[in-house]
């Protein structure tokens, strides 16, 4: 079980649970991934070293996961991952810095690009001071 989840209070049939990780996989490759490669491709400019990979070795908890550093220091990453016992997802962030780890619990419709461009900013701002610049100009005024 992922330990960021909360305890499921009963475990979901088991085709609605093939039915919701078929429609993870899907959000997470063709909503986020996208969003997890732009924002790679712009820390890259700006020197940190990232990776984006996609991880379905856990067949009930599937992720998509981007994980940066400085050269030379240890990696912080933001994933999402799928919680199939609640029917769920968890957004996490790991920052090396200080070992922090912080989850949002959150429903499959938070795979968006409102969400992920969102989460993804304050990740870099906070774990990189790098502001994602694209990011603020995709928004509306008054958004942030």
Known sequence: MNPAAPEPTSLPSPSKTHEFLRDVETALASQALPLF???ARHARRGGIEV?????????????LRLAASNPGTRT????????AANLGLVHEEFYAFNDEIRTLPAQLA???ETVIDTR?????????????DY????????FW
């Open 110 to 112: 938070s795979i968006n």
């Open 76 to 83: 912080s990453h933001y994933r999402i991952i799928a919680d």
């Open 37 to 39: 490669e732009e924002a």
């Open 51 to 63: 990776t984006v990979e996609m991880d379905s070795s856990d067949p009930l908890h599937p992720q």
């Open 135 to 142: 990011v603020t100009e995709r928004r509306q005024a008054g």
């Open 120 to 132: 993804l900013a304050a990740f870099f701002l906070k774990a990189f001071a790098l502001p994602l």
